[in-house]
């Protein structure tokens, strides 16, 4: 039995400060890795942990996400620099969501930028970024930090979410406004200071609590004994994954390859491609990719990323898509799907050829079905449709409506 002490080849992946209380939560065992830690894919079932989102609350750990503490004279300028969104307009105590390109214009990652104060902020990424973000620091006056050991991090989401916290005594947490922060604490006066950001991904109501390691079990606990009267549930990687299909939100290494990892030309991928053009700030000055970016608006992409309606019940995972049935003529790919409970739609994301990107327009996804270990090949007809899918008001009103 491996032991704390033990080396870190026999024991590879870091536990987060929640792993306790998530191992005896746990009924299946079905832990992945995400980011050098090992979390939770399925607490007990999908479909329990994917109705705790959309109908009570779900508690989900984000400590593995890569943290950075960005401060000094030149913050504001090396994140202008660094992200294609306007950083100046990024008011203290506001929550940005951005992405950065390399010098061709392709996506590094995506992540929030936390304003703090107004010479400190915080990064949240996906992936580690620590020599990108040094290298393009030079000349600035800035110190960068990896601070992901430092903070423990929970996803609180769902329509009971917010009735919850102020159950706990988080006083005038119904105040908070999507995409701004707070700092809190569990009611009485020795409670652990807690930052509460209105984010997540889920599209729809929710919170993050950010806090000290030290405080993380008793976080956890005060949350799960409160929040049996609320529906609280756990949840893994597999039931968030439906929810942020069903909200239109890009999964890393799932609908795009980091520019910086991908070892195949045409691999990689622009805003503009992935429907995020509305990040891109042209008139901040320059950043990095901006001509590139510039380039590309002026003739246009030859692909975006769009929302698929697919006909029946089986979902196109990984589909190529064709312009008709008898699949002639390739169209695009999926890259994610799934059945949405909610919506009771079969939802896909998918990169698609320019000719058939307008809303209504047609594709033919050819599925693999296997029945019993047979294989059965399938041509369903897809629709083209806006994202998001589901965008419950919830979401964005303030004070949130009470369940």
């Given at each position: ?17 929640f ?53 000094g ?65 030079i ?14 991090a ?50 729809d ?69 992935l ?15 901006r ?64 000719p ?48």
């Open positions: 039995m491996l032991t704390e002490s033990e080396p870190y080849y026999r024991q590879p992946l870091l536990k987060t400060p792993h306790e209380q998530a191992r005896a939560a746990s009924q299946v065992d079905a832990f992945i890795p995400w980011s050098g830690y090992t979390t939770v894919d399925v607490f007990s079932s999908i479909e329990q942990e994917y109705f705790a989102i959309r109908n009570s609350c779900s508690l989900y750990d984000i400590t593995p996400m890569i943290k950075y503490r960005i401060g004279p030149d913050a504001a300028r090396f994140l202008n620099r660094l992200t294609t969104r306007d950083i100046d307009r990024l008011a203290p105590g506001r929550v940005q969501y951005n992405v950065w390109c390399d010098d061709d214009g392709q996506i590094i990652d995506d992540g929030t930028v936390f304003r703090l104060d107004a010479d400190e902020y915080r990064l949240c990424t996906a992936e580690r970024q620590l020599d990108w973000l040094h290298a393009s620091a000349g600035f006056d800035v110190a960068i930090t990896e601070i992901t050991d430092e903070i423990a929970l996803s609180l989401q769902g329509p009971t979410s917010c009735a919850l916290l102020k159950a706990l005594g988080v006083a005038g947490i119904e105040r908070l406004k999507p995409f701004e922060l707070g700092h809190f604490a569990l009611g009485a006066a020795a409670a652990p200071p807690l930052m509460i950001s209105r984010t997540g991904f889920t599209g109501l929710g919170y993050e609590l950010w806090m000290r390691p030290e405080d993380a079990a008793g976080v956890w606990d005060a949350l799960m004994m409160t929040g049996q009267g609320y529906g609280l549930r756990p949840i893994g990687s597999r039931a968030l994954n439906i929810a942020r299909l069903e909200a239109g939100f890009l999964q890393p290494n799932a609908d795009f390859v980091s520019a910086a990892h991908a070892q195949r030309s045409g691999t990689t991928r622009s805003p503009l491609e429907g995020l053009g509305w990040l891109v700030d042209f008139e901040k000055g320059h950043f990095t990719g001509r590139a970016l510039l380039a590309e608006q002026r003739r246009g992409p030859r692909r975006c990323l769009v929302g698929l309606d697919v006909a029946g019940n089986k979902p196109a995972h990984n589909a190529l898509l064709y312009t008709d049935r008898r699949g002639r003529v390739q169209a695009g790919s999926v890259t994610s799907a799934a059945w949405s409970p909610t919506c009771k739609r079969n939802l896909a994301l998918a990169m698609v050829d320019v058939y990107l307008d809303d209504g327009a047609a594709v033919w996804a050819e599925i693999y079905l296997n029945r019993e270990l047979v294989w059965q090949r399938r041509m369903v007809r897809a629709q083209v449709v806006k994202r998001p899918f589901y965008a419950p008001a919830r979401r964005r009103a303030t004070p949130p409506p009470e369940f």
